[in-house]
């Protein structure tokens, strides 16, 4: 009886200290409804109800983030200065991009793209040196170059949503509309995932795990934008000019990149756990991230996951049912999206029921992100459906 009273008061501080605001929060609020009015009216002319509505709804919901996490007020700030930065060095001049000297290197979509993936990259290098070297000067810089990536990466891809609109008005678009646009998204919702639990646990040791999947995400960016030419902003094509993209794909990729984080701490798990048993004191047992941190991590991290994916698929059969007719047509697309869900709920359960833990689930995690990323690629390489339009 003491326990559960304790857990009632605990709850009951919880949620008077969430009713609570600071001024800075107060600030923080009024700036977004500020920022959020001045879009809603300045733009009205190419928004309908539903645009106003998930426009609503994404300042409540920046405003809730800004609280739960305060980093995430700098973080908009200086993306917002950024941007407005560069709308103002456009006006209305496309073509203002190859002549304008910061627009040229620093904030037309390429070029922060171009900064995004050399940060990184960076980025990944230095916390691993930073994870050997056991030097806090090392991490911290590392952390810099990950948030300075993703800052640059928002940057571009707000950017390059005027840059759509600069080319004409029926080629304006969200940019999370391609390949090229949501591998962008991918490789920032897992940096911000990764940003929240170094800052939640104060560890920088799984940094490099996880940039490790970014990184990758970067290598298929490069070469999709090099060797494919996939950089140009294309009109959209009919099945996607829908309000229910907005919403769809950004919480699709809410559990990728979720997913895509657990599987790269299974594989730290899994290293610091061989190397505890061959080598108690050695290098690896005693640099990786603790077993116990590790499994945590990648519990929420997937149970995060799929709540967002579990989002993701609701809103995609709403989509469907406007666009073809149907919540359920048993597409390619469809049928690995109900794979990847089966997969996570089975994970989960298997968790929370049975209380499963350790190497088989971190193996399970790892395997998990190949089968989410054949729903997410390979389905598009190598299966044709009505969402073959992602097609490399």
Not at 110 to 127: E, H, I, R
Not at 298 to 312: E, N, Q, S, V
Request: charged fraction near 10%.
């Amino acid at each position: 009886m003491a326990v559960t009273h304790e857990a009632m008061l605990e709850q009951a501080e919880q949620t008077s200290s969430w009713l609570r605001w600071t001024a800075r929060e107060i600030i923080w609020a009024l700036l977004v409804a500020a920022g959020s009015l001045y879009a809603g009216l300045f733009y009205s002319a190419s928004m309908d109800g539903y645009e106003t509505a998930i426009l609503a709804g994404s300042a409540l919901a920046l405003i809730a983030w800004g609280r739960y996490w305060s980093p995430v007020r700098p973080l908009s700030i200086v993306v917002t200065v950024l941007v407005l930065l560069a709308l103002w060095r456009y006006g209305d001049d496309y073509g203002l991009r190859q002549r304008d000297f910061w627009l040229k290197y620093f904030l037309e979509s390429q070029a922060a793209f171009m900064w995004m993936s050399t940060l990184y990259v960076l980025a990944t290098v230095t916390y691993f040196v930073a994870l050997f070297s056991r030097s806090v000067f090392i991490g911290k810089t590392a952390t810099v170059l990950t948030w300075s990536a993703t800052v640059l990466g928002l940057t571009g891809l707000l950017v390059r949503w005027r840059e759509s609109y600069l080319l004409g008005a029926d080629i304006g678009h969200i940019p999370v509309s391609n390949l090229y646009e949501v591998f962008i998204l991918f490789a920032l919702i897992t940096a911000l995932l990764y940003l929240f639990y170094e800052d939640r646990h104060r560890t920088r040791a799984m940094g490099g795990f996880v940039l490790l999947a970014i990184s990758g995400a970067v290598a298929f960016l490069l070469w999709y934008t090099f060797d494919r030419q996939a950089y140009h902003i294309q009109p959209l094509i009919p099945a996607l000019q829908s309000y229910w993209m907005k919403i769809h794909v950004p919480a699709n990729f809410i559990g990728y990149g979720a997913f895509a984080l657990a599987a790269m701490l299974g594989v730290a798990y899994l290293l610091r756990q061989r190397a505890e048993a061959r080598h108690p004191d050695g290098l690896l047992a005693t640099v990786l991230p603790p077993l116990a941190l590790l499994d945590d991590v990648m519990y929420k991290a997937i149970a995060l996951g799929f709540a967002a994916f579990t989002i993701a698929t609701i809103l995609g059969a709403l989509w469907a049912a406007e666009a073809w007719g149907g919540y359920w047509s048993w597409d390619p697309k469809e049928t690995w999206a109900l794979i990847v869900w089966l997969n996570y709920a089975a994970w989960l359960h298997l968790r929370l029921s049975k209380g499963l833990r350790g190497a088989p689930m971190a193996w399970w995690a790892v395997i998990g992100l190949f089968v989410t990323l054949f729903a997410f690629l390979g389905v598009n390489m190598f299966l044709s459906g009505l969402h073959s339009y992602g097609t490399l």
